[in-house]
């Protein structure tokens, strides 16, 4: 018979980590408050708004518990991208254009993006796209990691508000437009920055909102 006293630990570590988890949540809720700008009036009156609004929260303690938990590891990725040492890993994609200068779009992106920055004999200039870019700043400063590209508070489905159209020569979206509020409007804005011939890349896994249960951010089922 289990003996009553593990039982005991167990309810107490259990308490324990809830309120470990409710202090980060609390202090996440502050990071949003303070840094999470207005959003498109229009948007808000989407039907599943609230939903989405509310799922920031889980997405950004998941972001503040994993840089967190792995800080020096971060702080490398970081420096790593900044100085260039991470190969871009879409170069095939690129073929068709012999211009030196080569503008690419990361799509919610995340704090990161994990798309590369060094691609030798071109001049890479890539920009990131997450309307929580403010929140993910701020995380990034109070764990002391730097950071200094070119990321853009700006929504999936609002990219011709912050980029003009026809600039980039790759526009892309990593398990990120399931976290959307509407994910074919974001691909249509996706469509409208991409330069004529270009490539717009959509990687997800399949039906991780089914997966998951419809929690937080992910709302949405992307299949082939």
């Not at 799922?55 to 303690?61: I, T």
């Not at 260039?84 to 704090?111: A, C, N, T, W």
């Not at 700006?154 to 892309?172: K, P, W």
Request: aromatic share 10%.
């Amino acid at each position: 018979m289990p003996d009553p006293a593990d039982r005991a630990v167990s309810a107490y570590e259990l308490r324990r980590l809830q309120k470990a988890d409710d202090a980060v949540k609390a202090f996440c809720r502050i990071l949003i408050d303070e840094n999470l700008p207005d959003l498109p009036r229009e948007l808000v009156k989407e039907t599943n708004f609230d939903a989405w609004h509310e799922g920031l929260l889980d997405e950004v303690s998941f972001w503040w518990t994993t840089i967190g938990a792995n800080r020096d590891g971060y702080y490398t990725f970081a420096l790593d991208l900044i100085e260039r040492r991470k190969p871009f890993e879409h170069m095939e994609h690129l073929s068709q254009f012999e211009d030196k200068d080569i503008y690419v779009l990361d799509v919610g992106s995340g704090p990161f993006t994990t798309l590369g920055t060094r691609w030798d004999g071109r001049e890479l200039h890539l920009s990131l796209a997450d309307p929580l870019a403010p929140v993910f700043g701020s995380i990034l400063q109070l764990f002391r990691i730097p950071w200094n590209m070119d990321s853009r508070t700006t929504m999936g489905e609002r990219l011709t508000r912050t980029f003009a159209a026809g600039t980039f020569h790759l526009v892309c979206a990593g398990n990120s437009l399931d976290h959307s509020v509407d994910p074919l409007l974001c691909i249509r804005e996706m469509l409208e920055v991409a330069k004529p011939g270009a490539t717009v890349l959509i990687r997800h896994i399949e039906n991780e909102a089914a997966g998951g249960g419809y929690n937080g951010l992910h709302q949405w089922n992307f299949t082939e």
